[in-house]
């Protein structure tokens, strides 16, 4: 079975700064792929960022990034040059390839960017 | 921008109530979900739905849920018999190709209040 653990319920960030959220996940598979979901308030959940295992490579969008290490089954985002905008509840999941059709997310952490 | 749209937002209804909760997917997706998550908890998968059938179910989903794509737009969650731990967020989600790479698009997802 797989678990995905957010540790911090809540963070804040100040607008322009840098902030990282943490996750661990646990898996028995060697296949799968790695998220991270943003559902701003009363709004959609949309994908952020995709990992895939096999790929050693960080994977990066624009302003966000991960440091995915494999050994340590840890999946972190980092968002730089954070915006008001940013504000929403960052879900972390995962998914097993070729063996499941469900994401398995964790509980999620609040984010908050300030002035 | 093309999303999916659930119906309704919010839903009350009484204990041993049948409830109907709607979703219309991206049109050209063939892959279909719901997830839903009781408050402060995670966000749990419910039933994966392809080609017309169920592909895959959690254990929550008893027998007490259907899932069905009556008219090839909507994709529906049926309740026959609702409980109060069936109180939660019910997101619907689509996705265009194989739920393997775990790139889905939700709803804004229906709050279902059981009393």
């Known amino acids: 079975a797989q678990t995905v653990t957010q540790s911090q319920p809540e963070m804040s960030v100040q607008e322009a700064e840098t902030v990282t959220l943490s996750c661990t996940y646990d898996t028995s598979e060697s296949n799968y792929y790695l998220f991270w979901y943003k559902q701003p308030p009363s709004r959609q959940m949309i994908l952020v960022i995709r990992?895939?295992?096999?790929?050693?490579q960080n994977a990066t969008e624009n302003r966000f990034s991960v440091n995915f290490q494999k050994a340590a089954k840890s999946f972190s985002l980092k968002i730089s040059d954070s915006q008001l905008g940013d504000t929403a509840m960052y879900f972390c999941a995962s998914i097993n390839t070729g063996t499941a059709s469900k994401l398995t997310f964790g509980t999620g952490t609040r984010l908050q960017v300030t002035l | 921008e093309p999303e999916v749209t659930q119906t309704p937002s919010h839903q009350v209804t009484q204990m041993g109530q049948e409830v109907i909760l709607r979703c219309v997917p991206i049109s050209n997706h063939l892959y279909f979900y719901w997830y839903r998550q009781i408050l402060g908890q995670k966000v749990e998968f419910l039933v994966s739905f392809y080609n017309n059938e169920i592909s895959e179910k959690s254990e929550i989903f008893d027998d007490q849920f259907s899932v069905e794509r009556p008219d090839g737009s909507n994709f529906t969650l049926k309740i026959r018999s609702t409980k109060l731990e069936d109180s939660a967020m019910y997101f619907c989600?689509?996705?265009?190709?194989?739920?393997?790479?775990?790139?889905?698009?939700f709803g804004e997802g229906s709050r279902l209040t059981v009393l």
């Open positions: 989600a689509s996705s265009e190709a194989g739920w393997n790479t775990g790139e889905l698009f």
């Open positions: 990992q895939e295992a096999y790929k050693q």
